[in-house]
């Protein structure tokens, strides 16, 4: 197990919001991450998808621009999220769904 993985898993222990999305272009799901920042001023959080793994994420620009992940869409990413230590509180859509 990595560094990044022990400490994912420490934070996830703590309860770190998992929001799943499809994009509505027909794209993948992806999962953002609303309590996690992932640039220095907050503006944007962290995101994970098959494809990209992590990046950095507008929150609200990314819900407007998809829909909620039903539970079957999103399990395939949150069996991936969880091999590598991400998952604690995965909701379907979030928050602005």
Not at 37 to 44: C, H
């Amino acid at each position: 197990m990595t560094d990044n993985q022990q400490d994912n898993q420490q934070d996830n222990q703590q309860g770190i919001p998992v929001v799943l999305r499809v994009w509505r272009d027909g794209g993948g799901v992806f999962a953002l991450f609303p309590t996690l920042p992932s640039d220095e001023y907050g503006r944007y959080c962290d995101a994970y998808a098959h494809v990209a793994q992590h990046s950095g994420a507008d929150y609200w620009g990314c819900v407007r621009a998809s829909r909620p992940a039903t539970a079957a869409e999103g399990a395939p990413l949150v069996r991936e999220l969880e091999r590598i230590g991400q998952t604690k509180e995965t909701k379907c859509g979030g928050m602005g769904g």
